[in-house]
């Protein structure tokens, strides 16, 4: 679950700073270039359902949703999430 990682256990797999500051630009610049895409029962499509079959966007999406998990799993995006959920109980 997202949200219920341990902190010690992320922060001894974090990678450093640089890297994220490094592919955050290419995260970036996938976000766009897929704007138009979503990935739907495991297919991509485009905004009006058509099928997409070229591997150059599935390649991107690839890489787009490697980015993401480790953007997503790091220690501070974790923190911030916990920090979040705690604000937001009923």
Not at 46 to 67: C, P, W
């Amino acid at each position: 679950n997202l949200f219920h990682s341990s902190a010690d256990d992320s922060y001894k797999d974090a990678l450093p700073c640089e890297w994220y500051e490094k592919k955050l630009p290419v995260l970036t610049k996938l976000t766009r270039a897929l704007r138009d895409v979503d990935l739907v029962d495991g297919k991509l499509e485009d905004t009006n359902g058509v099928i997409i079959y070229e591997d150059r966007i599935r390649q991107k999406m690839h890489a787009f949703k490697s980015l993401a998990r480790i953007f997503i799993g790091s220690p501070s995006i974790q923190q911030k999430l916990k920090e979040q959920q705690q604000r937001f109980k009923f």
